[in-house]
């Protein structure tokens, strides 16, 4: 049995800090809270908290100017991009796609997606996982999973890669529709497996975008954890399909 392990204190404080810069507490081009307001605030150790002011400023969220503190970035363009990692996970054929289907089966439904589908925490669910490699090296693991009852009636089941994005080949064999998408990323530990095949070494974390796909009632339909090897960050996005 696979288990989540929770991110580090680093990660998870790096995570809120980018969140308030995210929400518009922390400006950019203001000063963020001096070390000693940041372990009297939250109650970490300093170490812990110098970490994830290093973290954060090794992805382009801060920044430190000699003299003056530590001055808040704003918004990297890099994380702009990897926000439509979860579209392309929707839209993409898996045929013509730079990777391989390495798993196509019933499993048992990991528990932060069987919420989010409104299924038994026992029940199982048809997971599709696509790993795709640049230059023979991999760079995402794409878990694709699907309720029992939508995946019936179509070819989600077939070990064969689809020659058509998820989205359409759901909404051509299904009466359903795909109206809107919420991206929900997060730091984590990925499992043993999971690193082994991103080829991490031991306590890399991984950012994990988490794509729920909606129809206009807001019932899920399927859910993508979209695993990126190296960046800590925690996001959240919703848009409209067309």
Excluded at 83 to 94: C, N, V
Excluded at 150 to 175: F, N, Q, Y
């Amino acid at each position: 049995m696979a288990y989540e392990v929770a991110a580090p204190k680093y990660v998870r404080l790096a995570q809120t800090l980018q969140g308030r810069i995210e929400d518009g507490t922390y400006p950019p081009g203001t000063l963020v809270p001096s070390e000693n307001q940041l372990v009297q605030a939250f109650g970490m150790s300093r170490p812990t908290v110098v970490r994830a002011l290093e973290l954060l400023k090794r992805d382009g969220w801060l920044e430190s100017r000699q003299g003056y503190g530590t001055i808040v970035r704003g918004r990297p363009e890099v994380v702009e991009q990897k926000d439509q990692r979860g579209r392309d996970a929707l839209e993409r054929d898996e045929s013509a796609s730079a990777g391989r289907l390495i798993q196509v089966d019933r499993v048992p439904i990991p528990s932060r997606v069987a919420s989010i589908l409104g299924v038994p925490k026992r029940a199982k669910v048809l997971v599709r996982r696509l790993l795709i490699e640049e230059e023979g090296e991999p760079v995402e693991l794409a878990s694709s999973y699907f309720p029992a009852d939508l995946a019936d009636g179509t070819d989600l089941a077939d070990s064969a890669p689809l020659t058509e994005g998820l989205r359409t080949h759901v909404e051509s064999r299904k009466r359903v529709r795909f109206d809107h998408v919420t991206e929900r990323v997060s730091a984590r530990l990925p499992t043993n497996e999971e690193a082994e095949l991103l080829a991490l070494p031991k306590g890399e974390p991984v950012l994990s975008v988490l794509v729920v796909a909606c129809d206009v009632s807001g019932q899920a339909l399927q859910v993508t954890d979209v695993l990126l090897p190296g960046d800590r960050q925690e996001l959240e996005d919703t848009y409209r399909l067309g």
